[in-house]
């Protein structure tokens, strides 16, 4: 056994040295996007080759969405793309991990061009380190006009009973971190980041009347959950209203026709008080890989991806919520119902920066709990495990 | 010194190997005691060329592949890795410059295969003398050495099992060994989500894992003792009810009263061949909260409200048990009804002249002789169910998720949960210490039964 | 050989009486029930009976239930003949009670009198009870036929297994996307999803990761038949130093939970050079399949060695025994090998994943399926999906199907025996 074992290593080894490598003029950069943007990318990487036809490149696309990017990329780094988007609550992990590189070209134009808000979300102790691409990462309300009234819309008491009256459902996916989070933060708790470890609050007397709001929302007949695919199967036919994001606008008016409306998030019952329901906002940014051979080439596809007209472009073809300023000033923009409703309720919102990795799976556990009724537990006692578990480690 | 001599030799001390060399050089003549440092050279000084030359050239390409490849690697072995990712400003190109630091999975990973290679050549080359020294006592002996094409004759026949069993284990080897022994070093490591490339390092950290799984840690530890525990429950129950009804199923199809067997057979294979994946994703869907399962049972009027088939915590474990017998029984009817039918047919004749009920039948005479018969089988299943990843992931993800655990949820296995730990969390060192902890408790049950019952007691029987 | 059993008459007896009660039941369905809990129903059952509408719908069950009682009453005289003319109609009658409670919808909202559930709640006594007659005649028919009643346990079996798969073919053909409907049977019916699996290729180039898995399994099954082959011929029949040790290496060693071990694995493909390439993953299930061993060992066992010795006295090599003796006595064993070897490329997703990331024109089906039931996917591909599953399922149910005899021993051969 002992030659065998031999043998077969030495055969082994021979492959192992027979790597073969390949020298080529062009500039090769892989791209990373998500699997419905692979269309709208390959035209814009098409024009971007036009605009810089003094060099040869050779630009790969791979589908990686949005929502993987981080966990793909630290698979394996090096055979990650050059440049990939990626949501901002991404953003800490990435740079802690040294995935990132830092925005230095034409950083001032950037900077200028999009909001306040996408910078910050792109910037990690004072240095930005990716390009903001979208400013539509956020949830609101979508509802049936036939339904609820426009009144009604505002408080989420007034839509559960105007959706029981009509046998029809209010759709949330409380079992989710990114959107049960509107209730804590709504109630004034803090999820932050210090010494890059995650800060929550969420187990005090706020948080347990936040707690309380989500056990009778939960608990109500009218209350229904699930994934997207729940809401976009549902509404108009069993659900009348539903929180989520622009990326459903197009299917969900679709179903709904004349009797679509999207608004922000309504108020609700804390303690007897009405409160505005908070929401976490999002951007969606372009970054650009440490490992990257070529640094200036791929950062100049990061800069022409999010610059004006492409971010336009993903307005127009994908009704994607600009981060450009210029952008989010025009008329159609302004039209959009989904986008308004999305900037009225980020005056509510809060930075998804702050938020690390730990946080999802023991805030989903929660709403899990919540959504089953299982009340075997007092609250106090979930809460508290809850945020012993997303400050562990 | 005859071989046999030599063999007694092996018995009486240590190392039979270390022994071996000692002899061989003692005895060796000149060319036998050159081949200590020229591989093949007692071989080659003998006439046997082609052979001596193999020997030399894997000496060759060892050397090469240390000194180019290896080195760089074994040399950081002991921290794995020091320079961490550098970046240097470079104001002609108004950018930063970076270079990538060690790659400390890199490191490990490169530094156990040429560990590997290394423990494989030194068996090379202590065979390459052995062959010197066999060529040397042969010549003293006045025998005829084998040439080359005696060597090859002898692969098709004496040493046939080597030329079987070279392809299969250098494959074996690559993708499972080598792997394995990675995976369960990085136990030992703090490679997580912290720690990780490009722009991170990982190192040892000794038994802290181990410590933090057994109670150093209570969250974690918690978790890891309902989790294990829930793994047990499952693995017992999904075994034992799979077992019972797909043999009830096999004896309801095999009564010999029933018509059309192979139609009724193959309806239940129909679920085998439909992909697992595909099948229970389907089985997830139609379990699901607004699923067309719930759809049916209000459309009859039974219920007002949707089930929580996988939502709240029990229904979410009995419908898991419940799926898995949906997908397991196919499978043991299939395995038992074979056998069945092997059962000597006159121990049924004689109970029933005594009046015996068919229960009465299945129980005295069915069960223990099926028993009997499949213990090996029964054990695969269940170890088979102890890592049954497919059933669990696809239908619950694990969930419902509760907050008293650790990143888990109440249906999860261990085997799902270290999965979420890596994909999710890239939490590798604490999911390879979990997975160590699996290895052990399904190889350690797998190597007792597989030792101890008939299927390897009895293989010598046909002889 | 049933002929010569001769009927059971004590059950026969009962018959009729089955028959008689099962259209009073049906009519009892129609009985006025005062209003219960509030919902207010008040309007007659007679008046029921002959709005037209009902007389549609609930035609069926009155003719099997007039067929079942018309029978019935024949089998007061038992003949075979009879009998088995009584079980068709309690059979025809269970089967049309079913449709009757999956149209019960429909039907509820047509008549428009009354609230949906109230096939449960209101006219339900009878209506289950014609259920149970039904049921109960069937048994007895069967019982005094000499028939297993078995086959009713069979046939519910079936319907449990059957009917998932039967749902996944029919959505595969449903016209109206999305993954939940509050319905099961779909409102249109259409092809455009199997035409559009291989006409949309810019996104999921369903064509192309078909070929992709053939090509790797037909590749896998060959080179993993092949080694199991060897490997069992060599721990079954070779005996040399440290084989016992090999053999529980061989056991154990894959038991470590593979998709960590995958990481590695791939690494080492990366250095090689041959990370996201289609001979990966077939380097990788063959790998895996290879171990797999054991049942072909256990089938090898089994086969006498006296052949093996009177060949080798004879003067064949080792190699010879294995090529003309043992490969020939082991059809079995051969088949089943080579059907798990090809299946796995076409289930696996997991470690597909791990090797190939984002290259998706190297996918195989299963992970391009896989893929299209994730969160942003699953509305638009859900009904894609379904018929994509069924084109993967249907040439390896084909398989199992043909193969199936082989299957069976060579795994009862295999695994147990020994």
Redesign the interface.
Known sequence: MKKLLSLALVLGLVLTMAIPSFADDAIKLKLWGSQEDQAMLQEMVESFKAAHSDETFDIELGVVGEPDARAKYLEDPEAAADVFAFPNDQIVDLVNAGALYEVTINKDVIVEANVAGAIEAATVDGELYAYPMTADNGYFMYYDKSVISEEQAKSLDAMLEAAADAGKKVFMDVSNGWYIASFFLGAGGKLTVEDGKQISDFNNEKGLAAAEAIKAFTADDAFITGDDAILTGGIGDTIAAGVSGAWNANAIKEKLGDNYAATKLPTFTLDGEQVQMSSFAGFKLMGVSSLTEYPEEAMALAEYLTNEENQLKRFELRGMGPSNIKVGQSEAVQENEALAALADQANYAYSQKEVLGNYWTPAEAFGTTMEARDYSKNLQTLLDEMVAAITAQ | MTRTALKQRKKKTGPGWISQLITMFREGDLKTRLGFLIMGFGSFMRGQIIKGLLFLTSQAIMVWYVLGFASQYLSKLDTLGDIGMQRVWSGERQNFVRTPGDNSLLILLFSVMSIMLFIAFIALWHSSIRSGYKAQKLLENKKRLPSFSDDIKSMLNDRFHFTLMSLPSLMVIAFTILPTIFMILIAFTNFDSKHQPPGNMFTWVGFENFSNLFGANPLIANTFSKILGWTMVWAVIATVTNYLFGMLLAIFINNKHIKLKAMWRTIFVITIAVPQFVSLMLMSQILHQEGPLNALLKQFGFIQQSIPFITDINNARLTVLSVNLWVGIPYTMLITSGILMNIPKDLYESASIDGASPLKMFVYITLPYMLFITTPYLITAFVGNINNFNVIFLLTRGGPLVTEYYQAGKTDLLVTWLYRLTVEKQDYSLASTIGIFVFFITAGLSLLVFNLSGSTRREEEFQ | M?KQRAIHRKSARFIPLLALLLPMSFLLSFIKVPGIDGLGFSSSGLSLLFSGLNIINLLPLFITAALSFFFGLLTLRPTRANLRLTASAFTLSILVFIYT?LS??SMADASGLLP??????HLQFGFWLYFLLAFLGLILSLIAL???S??I??TA??A???L??I??IMTSFRAER???????IPKGWTLDNYIRLFTQT???NFARWYLNTLFVSVITCAATTM?VL??S??F?R?R????RL?M?I????????G??????????L????L??SLISLI??Y???G??NY?IAK?FF?????SLDEAATIDGA???TV?WRITLPSSKPIVVYTAITAF?AP??D??FVS?IM????ANYTV?LG???M???????EY?TRF?AG?VL??IP??L???KI?KF???G???G????
């Open positions: 049933n409670l019960a919808k949906a559930p109230f096939l449960v709640k000499r028939q297993p078995t086959y346990v069979l079996m079936a449990i297994w059957l998932p798969i749902w996944l999305g993954a939940y409907t509050p319905y099961i810019n996104q999921f080694m060897m490997i011929f060599t079954s070779l040399f130093p440290s084989r090999l529980n061989g056991l154990v060693v894959a038991m470590f939970p998709f960590m071990s995958m990481i590695a694995v791939y690494h080492i990366k250095a090689v050079g990370a996201k380097l990788v063959t790998g895996g290879i171990l054991t256990g066992d089994t086969i006498p060695r090599t080792k190699n294995f299946i076409w289930v997703f997991i791990v990331k984002d290259d998706y299963a399926l896989f893929r039931l994730e969160r942003e996917h699953i509305y859900f379904t599953a993967v399922a390896i149910t398989l199992f199907i199936q299957y069976v021993e795994v009862t051969g695994a147990v025996k020994g």
